[in-house]
């Protein structure tokens, strides 16, 4: 079963000082199951990263990135009709694109199992596919 994974499990790896950090890195050594990483939280994940650890953080994080251990998902048309359904439906919370286009990203796929430290949107989104998204670690 494939996983995707979001921008704050991303950015819990390479930060050691990320109170995330290490129930994060547990899991993905634990982990047997691909893993995708929607392209659209890699800008998310690395402004992150350098703004707050730097450049050469960035840097060998897209080195890793490119290092074949995740494959990149692509944004699809439907990615973007069904992630503007997502925004509109939760505009109170407000789920925002990236998350969005996560939640889109998994219904397209079938994909049910999220790696993320953000339980405040991701527990609160009904997705099409499954009743809620099985959010680890």
């Known amino acids: ?16 000082a990320d109170a995330w950090h290490q129930r994060t890195r547990t899991w993905w050594e ?20 350098a703004t707050r650890l730097g ?8 080195r890793w990135l490119g290092d074949g251990e995740v ?3 692509s944004l699809q048309p439907e990615d973007l009709a ?5 925004l509109v439906a939760y505009a109170d919370l ?5 998350d969005a ?12 199992t999220l790696v993320t430290t953000d339980r405040r949107h991701f527990a609160v989104v009904r997705p099409a596919h499954v009743p809620r998204l099985l959010l680890v670690p």
């Not at 079963?1 to 050691?16: E, F, I, Q, S």
């Not at 634990?30 to 990263?49: D, M």
């Not at 407000?94 to 990236?98: H, K, R």
């Not at 996560?102 to 079938?110: C, Q």
């Open 71 to 73: 494959e990149i998902e």
């Open 82 to 86: 069904r992630a503007a359904d997502l």
């Open 30 to 49: 634990a982990n047997r199951e691909p893993i995708l990483v929607p392209v659209t939280v890699i800008p998310e994940a690395t402004y992150l990263i």
């Open 101 to 112: 286009s996560i939640v889109a990203m998994a219904e397209r796929l079938d994909v049910g």
């Open 94 to 98: 407000p789920l925002g694109f990236v």
């Open 1 to 16: 079963m494939t996983v995707l994974a979001d921008t704050g499990a991303l950015y819990a790896l390479v930060n050691r």
């Open 55 to 62: 450049s050469s953080y960035e840097a060998a994080f897209v």
